[in-house]
């Protein structure tokens, strides 16, 4: 074998070494990136990322549920609404998604009594029977997997004849989009007449008192403290100067509902006046503020401080800004002249939320029991959850996280699924220009001068 010939067949292994080496390599990491799958979102608002509550509700899930979704391919939305339920599906072993096009195949389209086409249709089956959804956004989908996987809905009851807002109620001051919200989380709310009934029902999960605006009587207001010894939880959001008889019923339980109404000029910087206070401060150790990092808006509060009272354990929940204070002359305030007063007024940061839960049984030998404890939650005002305003930043998020808690359906509490924001590219002319000439004019330019480079060079020297 001449000398060239053995050079040439060392090159020749060399290269299929450096093949072989570079096919293995490309193998193992495939192999690694199969079973280690990892992404990363680098959107500014994460809209390649499902949301926390989300999250939740699918690493929650216990029995499998499957998905089959009617969407035709080829049209604007299938690559879309397939991505979407590809993070789903990426997140759970428990959910199975199955995507069917009408058009290819009819039998299955007729079996599942699809009669128009052309609008995107999915069942959800769990164990709770079957959702449908026609809308296909990442709330819509989460609400439907909510209802499928968590068994019999939850009754929520709200106090009525004292002037509450009404659930059915879609005006400005009613709380119709407050009920929708119950209902989409696989809650069953309810109006209670508490003169009339005498007593909670057994069946309640959450006892909402919403912005009362005549006083609680005495009877209903035993009823309630029965239902609190006996590990019922109870929501109120209380407007100032409205049913005093509340306040000395809360402070049993550590809870005091300030005689005053808070001011916060930061409210400014968001359009709003004095009486809108901002709430940015949130407590880190309680479950329904825990993870919360959105403003809230109250409108007209009170403050809610706490005390220490034997038998119960007090957290405040959410404060306003250094800018504010508990105004006390509510004369001076109707009248536009007030101003904070070292002597009498409460500074900044003030609290308007706080909850407590009862620490000890109510009867002398028994064990406690964290699964009868009851609890409360209190918000200094109840306008940030009416039609006008709960759907305001934070404001519906942090009402459901306080259901959320109360009804002891932890998994639920983080911040709801977002809304995908619109983010134009602004160009300058400048940058207008720049975008033409450098992919049109300078790249090309550049290799075809090379190009002529290297051949005249060639050209040259031969």
Known sequence: MSPRIKLSTRYGLNTAALVALAVGIVAIIWVLSYRHNWRKDFTADKRHSLSEQTLNVLHDLKDEIRVTAFLRKGTPAYDEIKNLFGLYEYESRNLAVELIDPDLTPSLANEAE????????????????????????????????????????????????????????????????????????????????????????????????????????????????????????????????????????????????????????????????????????????????????????????????????????????????????????????????????????????????????????EQPGEESDDSEKGALVVFGDSDFVTNARVNLSGNSDLFMNAVNWLAKEETLIAIRPKETAFSPVILTPTDAKLLFLLPVIVLPGAILLAGIYVSVRRNRHP
């Open 114 to 361: 699809i009669r128009r086409y052309g609008i995107p249709v999915a069942f959800f089956d769990g164990k709770t029977g079957r959702e449908t959804i026609t809308t296909f956004d990442e709330e819509q989908i989460t609400n439907a997997l909510i209802k499928v996987s968590r068994g019999e809905s939850k009754n929520v009851y709200f106090l009525t004849g004292h002037g509450e807002p009404s659930l059915d109620d879609t005006g400005e001051n009613g709380l119709s989009i407050v009920n929708k919200l119950l209902e989409d989380k696989n809650y069953k709310p309810e109006e209670l007449l508490l003169m009339r009934a005498e007593k909670v029902p057994d069946d309640c999960k959450v006892l909402v008192v919403a912005g009362p605006q005549t006083d609680i009587i005495q009877p209903e207001l035993a009823a309630i403290e029965q239902h609190i010894k006996e590990g019922g939880r109870s929501l109120f959001l209380v407007d100032p100067e409205a049913a005093p008889a509340l306040k000395g019923f809360l402070e049993n339980y550590g809870l005091v509902l300030g005689d005053d109404i808070v001011i916060d000029r930061m409210s400014r910087l968001f359009g709003g006046n004095d009486l809108t206070p901002v709430l940015t401060t949130y407590s880190s150790v309680h479950p329904i503020t825990k993870n919360f990092n959105v403003a809230s808006f109250f409108v007209v509060a009170r403050s809610v401080s706490t005390q220490e009272k034997p038998g119960v354990r007090t957290s405040w929940l959410a404060k306003t800004g250094e800018g504010s204070w508990a105004e006390s002359d509510l004369d001076a305030l109707r009248q536009g002249s007030a101003s904070f007063d070292a002597g009498k007024d409460s500074p900044g940061p003030v609290t308007l939320a706080a909850a407590v839960e009862l620490d000890q049984p």
